[in-house]
Structure formats: C-alpha cells, structure tokens
C-alpha cells in the first residue's frame, strides 16, 4: 500500500469519526445547559459514539466523551485509537475552548490511550492526548 492511500484511508476514517460524533450529539440529553455534544471513539475497528446525558444534580452528569470511551470499555477494549468531538450548539464566535473536553474527560482518555492518539475537535482541528493533557495522573504499578 503506497504513502498516499494511507493518508486517504487515514483522512477517511477521521471524517467517519467526526460524522459519527455530530451524529451522537444530536441524541444529547442537555435539558439545562442547552449544549450538545457528541464524541465518537475509534477502538478494536470500531466506532463507539457517545453524548452528553445531564442530571439535575450535575454532579452525576456523564460527558459524551466519557460514555463513548466507556461503551468501548465495556464491548472488551481497552486502547483507544482516535476519538472525534462534537459541540453542535458551540458558534464559530466563541471562544475554541468550549470546544474541548473538560478535565475528567482528559484524565479517563490517559488511562486508555497514548499520547500521540489522536483527538479531532469539531471546528478547531486536530490535536493529540499528549498535547492536551501532559502530565496525567497515574498510579504506580504494584508488584503482586
């Protein structure tokens, strides 16, 4: 397979990524903030999408970017490959961090990705989990 195919395939299947996360975001449960968002996680070659889903207490509110990373934990996986997010209600005026995962969001991609996995945003662009979060948290591994 030449360089150039690789490249199309690559594009390919963040398009894909990208489609599904504007897709999931459309069945976002945001009853308050009135702000959808949609992610979708690339893991095992296959796609896993996953929306914003609020509670009245907000502290019990799931991300989009966790329940997508989260079903593809649960369907076995335990590397993610890419993921794409989706902020539908975000205008072109605002500022690109409303674009961008939160905290939480950040930790949980760490743990279950590498650094150089790659992260497409929605209207800004790509980036990578290293760029986005460079010192996660992580426990030592224990000798058993």
């Known amino acids: 397979m030449n360089q150039t195919k690789t490249k199309q ?3 390919h299947s963040l398009a894909e990524l990208l489609r599904a996360a ?3 975001a459309k ?8 702000f959808r968002v949609g992610a979708a996680v690339l893991a095992g070659g296959k796609v896993y999408r996953g929306t914003n889903i609020e509670n009245a207490s907000y502290g019990l509110t799931m991300c989009a970017e966790r329940a997508a990373i989260f079903s593809a934990i649960s369907d076995g996986n335990r590397e993610i490959a890419g993921i794409a997010i989706a902020c539908i209600d ?4 605002d500022p690109p961090n409303l674009r961008f995962p ?10 279950f990705a590498t650094p150089n996995t790659v992260v497409l945003i929605d209207g800004w662009g790509e980036s990578n989990v ?12 224990r000798s058993q």
């Open 9 to 11: 395939q690559y594009h």
């Open 130 to 141: 290293g760029h986005l979060f460079p010192l996660p948290f992580r426990l030592a591994k």
């Open 22 to 24: 504007r897709s999931a």
């Open 102 to 111: 939160c905290g939480a969001c950040r930790q949980v991609l760490a743990e």
């Open 90 to 93: 975000v205008k072109a005026s």
């Open 27 to 34: 069945a976002s449960y945001s009853p308050h903030s009135k």
